[in-house]
């Protein structure tokens, strides 16, 4: 039934006064991930120079950055990189995500499943490292890096945190959580008040990462890549990304990196072979 024929009607004042406030449709927002790409494309968090310097590719974020240099030193080098979307909107809910020109979305755990696919050659069960010492020896250098390394990284350059990711389930890890020993609240030890917030002790961070960028150099050695391996691993990109950020920081955090000139002319021969071809984000 119509409902010029319903025997409900709305009382003329009501009408009039609801014709006041007309319903509109707003097209819905645009997804980023809708745009049509023509080749693999990693999103990551912005540069930190973009503003300086255009050509500038690379994360301020050390994770993207390790994909970035982890998918180029795979020999995949016709990728693109974007940074205009917002970092909850990746695939877990944080960057780096890969879009595939078909419309997948790839989380860095498929990443490397999806470059063993497409070098046809999937790393063996040394997952690239000449003997299966190296192989279980680099894990303690992912922990040293992932560790003191990241902590004094993390306090150097303080992330500004948004609402969104504050209340993000998102995997990142806090960063009193990679230093031993944790850290004791801010409050909570003699008040009523449950613990809340920690206090860094900063300069014991500085002194581990210090320590760290002396056994790096010292296993590094005239080597091409860390622990003699012939060709490039994850454990060289994790290094390139930890390394360059750290020659991006402030001076007190870049001068324990320019005290080894092996470091830095290793990053500085890493950093050529994984600058991207492209820009993506402004196609």
Known sequence: MSSTNSVFT??????????????HTYPAPENPYSKSITKPTL??????????DEKDHFSRDVECLKWQAYL???????????????????VGGHLPTLQLPNGKLLSTLRIPMWADTVQNSPIDTLEGYKDAEARDESRAWVSLLEGPVHSELEIANPKERTLAALLSDSPRRALESVI??????????????????VQIPSYPVYLRYRKAMQSLSDRLG????LLGSSSPTALDALLFAYLYTALQSP???RREVERHPNLTNWERRVRSMVTPQKDASTS
Not at 10 to 23: D, N
């Open 10 to 23: 709305i009382p003329e004042p009501i009408r009039k006064f609801f014709s006041s406030f007309p319903l």
């Open 43 to 52: 999103w990551i968090e912005p540069p930190r120079k973009l503003e300086v």
């Open 72 to 90: 180029s030193l795979r020999g995949i080098k016709d990728f693109d990189v974007r940074w205009d979307v917002a970092g909850e909107a990746g």
């Open 180 to 197: 031993h020993p944790p850290p004791a609240p801010l409050s909570g030890i003699s008040t009523p008040f449950p613990p809340s917030g």
């Open 222 to 225: 005239t080597d091409e890549w």
């Open 251 to 253: 001076l007190a955090v």
